[in-house]
């Protein structure tokens, strides 16, 4: 098939998915269009079957908002046009599904399906799509979709709710490429004595550094924790929240036991160096960065919100707490530091979980077969 993919490039978890898929699609011989205003930050850009076309904005003075929807409606539908794309796949509804509408209503004028799939992943229907200044064009832009995914159960349901939709909603959830995440011990062995004394415990959280992953919590838990345990922690990522936690490490006198590793783009090569994952958050609406670390036999200690249920089982594959309840947090944490048998246990009943239910090889062959309904659908409806 031939698909165009388009996501927020930078940092964040839809982008990821997003990415992580075209690279996958592409490996069983699709040809991937990616249609984005930046190259994504995981793209070599040499990738075999997989082509970049940027969206430029003009940014004319009398524009003091550049309507970046519209020129990526414009592109969306020249690469459909001209490399004949058999179907558009937008990650996170706003604005690309409205865009991508907006595509499809173009070619249609000039006698050509552009089907178009939009994948939902959390922010985009938990906080900005219920903006009422967004509402509206967000869930017309749903409804219009040929076809909707959401990662998880809980971002179904609350789509439903929040907004009232009756349409189907397909759950595919998130995955992970298991051969590329996964603990090698030798590399371990080489690399972690960058980050940690043998004797010391490895924490780590990554995110985008936004409110909602409560960075303050994880160094909150960690300060603790180090107080107890000899330990260090790795923040991989940036954002808002970076000085803030800077500040409260310097407070609680652990900043030299914190590595503020920024951005990182090989987080396959960190991740399996750690014994734990924090992942705080306030809302996930599935957690990506909990299962990359699942799959590198780092279990979470997360929270009990929207659909982490669904990928961690509490006291299982990773333990889970309340919101804000960074002593629960603390006493897990150093109590599986205390018991190897325990947290040998966790480690490796994450990577099962992770190979077992989450694998790049499970997760996308529902993809391929999900965007087959659509365009054999989409070819035999009157334009
Ligand atoms: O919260 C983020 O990291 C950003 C956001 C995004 O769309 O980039 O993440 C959402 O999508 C991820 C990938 O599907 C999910 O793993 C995250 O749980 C989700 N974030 C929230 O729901 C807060």
């Known amino acids: 098939m031939k698909i165009g993919i388009t996501c927020y490039p930078t940092y964040g978890g839809s982008g990821v998915v ?80 409205v865009s991508a509408l907006l595509a499809r209503q173009m070619l249609a004028s000039r006698g050509r399906h552009l089907p178009f799939v939009t994948t939902l992943h959390g922010t985009d229907i938990t906080l900005v799509g219920l903006d009422r200044s967004y509402l509206p064009i967000t869930r017309f832009s749903i409804e219009q979709s040929d076809g909707v995914t959401s990662i998880s159960e809980y971002l179904k349901k609350r789509t439903q709710e929040a907004f009232g939709i009756t349409r189907e909603i397909e759950v595919i959830r998130n995955f992970v490429n298991c051969d590329f995440y996964c603990r090698k011990a030798d590399a371990v062995e080489s690399t972690r004595q960058q980050y940690a004394e043998k004797h010391e415990r490895l924490l780590v959280h990554l995110s985008n550094f936004r409110p909602v992953k409560r960075v303050l919590d994880v160094i909150e838990v960690f300060a603790r924790v180090a107080r107890q345990v000899p330990s260090r922690l790795m923040l991989i990522g940036d954002g808002p929240e970076r000085s803030a936690a800077e500040w409260l490490a310097i407070k609680n006198g652990v900043q030299d036991r914190i590595h503020f590793l920024g951005k990182q783009e090989n987080v396959n090569e960190l991740l399996p160096l750690a014994d734990l994952m924090l992942m705080p958050s306030e809302m996930e609406s599935f957690g990506l960065a909990a299962l990359e670390a699942m799959a590198c036999e780092v279990p979470t200690i997360g929270t009990r919100v929207g659909g982490v249920p669904e990928l961690i089982s509490d006291g299982h594959n990773g333990l889970l707490f309340d919101v804000g309840d960074v002593e629960a947090m603390t006493r897990a944490a150093v109590a599986l530091f205390e018991d190897e048998d325990r947290l040998g246990e966790m480690s490796r009943a994450a990577r099962k979980t992770a190979q077992d239910r989450f694998c790049a090889t499970r997760i996308i062959p529902l993809y391929e077969n999900y965007y087959q309904r659509i365009i054999e659908r989409e070819s035999k409806t009157p334009l």
Not at 38 to 53: M, N, V
Not at 56 to 74: G, H, K, Q, R, W
Not at 82 to 93: G, S
């Open 18 to 97: 997003a990415t992580e898929l075209g690279i996958e699609l592409a490996a069983r011989g699709h040809d991937i269009h990616f249609i984005t205003y930046s190259q994504p930050f995981r793209l070599t850009g040499r990738e075999a079957h997989i082509h970049y076309h940027e969206v430029p904005v003009s940014n004319y003075p009398l524009f003091e908002y550049p309507p970046y929807d519209l020129a990526l409606a414009t592109r969306m539908s020249e690469v459909a046009e001209f490399y004949n794309l058999d179907l558009l796949h937008v990650h996170y509804a706003i604005p690309h599904s």
